[in-house]
C-alpha cells in the first residue's frame, strides 16, 4: 500500500536501494550532491530571502531555518526513508543523521552565498564531536528503567 512505512528491514533495505538511484521521488528532483544542491537552493529560493540569509551569522541561519528550510529538505530531499543525496552524504562524507545532513547542507550553502570557504572537512568533524557530546551526555544523565539482580545459587550457578 503506498505511503505506508516498511514491514520489515529488508523490506526498508530494498526500498532504499531503489530510492538512492532515483534523480527524482515525489515529483521533487533530489541533487546528486552538494554542488547541484546549491543549484537546486539558489532556484528554490528568492533572491531577497537570499540576502537576509546571507546577511546573518551562519550559526543564527541555521538555527532560524532548521523548522523551514531544514524541515523542508528532510521531507522533500528524502533523508529518512532514503535518497541519492542523503546517500552521497552518509557515503561520502560520513554524515548520518537527517537533522546533520540539514545543518550541513544550511552552513555550507551559507558559506557559498557569502563566497566563503566550505571548510567541509571540519565542518564534518564539528558534527562528529557534537554528536559525541551528546551520546555522552545522554549516558551520563539517563535514567535507568529497570534494574535487576539475578540470585545465585548455592552451587556456584550450576
Known amino acids: 500500500m503506498p505511503g505506508q512505512p516498511p514491514a520489515t528491514k529488508e523490506e526498508f533495505k530494498k526500498n532504499y536501494q ?41 550559526d543564527t541561519a541555521v538555527t532560524k531555518l532548521h523548522f523551514s528550510l531544514g524541515r523542508w529538505i528532510i521531507r522533500n530531499w528524502g533523508f529518512y526513508e532514503g535518497s541519492r543525496l542523503s546517500h552521497y552524504l552518509r557515503t561520502n562524507l560520513d554524515i548520518y543523521h537527517p537533522e546533520d545532513m540539514a545543518r550541513f547542507l544550511i552552513i555550507t550553502y551559507h558559506r557559498n552565498l557569502n563566497r566563503k570557504p566550505l571548510n567541509v572537512k571540519e565542518l564534518v568533524e564539528k558534527i562528529h564531536q557534537k554528536q559525541e557530546q551528546e551520546r555522552r551526555q545522554l549516558l551520563e544523565e539517563g535514567t535507568i528503567i529497570h534494574e535487576e539482580t539475578r540470585k545465585r545459587d548455592n552451587n556456584g550457578g550450576r
Open 18 to 58: 531503489q530510492r538512492i538511484r532515483k534523480e527524482s521521488i515525489n515529483g521533487v528532483y533530489i541533487p546528486k550532491d552538494v554542488p547541484d544542491a546549491f543549484v537546486q537552493l539558489n532556484e528554490l529560493i528568492d533572491e531577497d530571502s537570499k540576502q537576509k540569509f546571507r546577511k546573518v551569522h551562519e
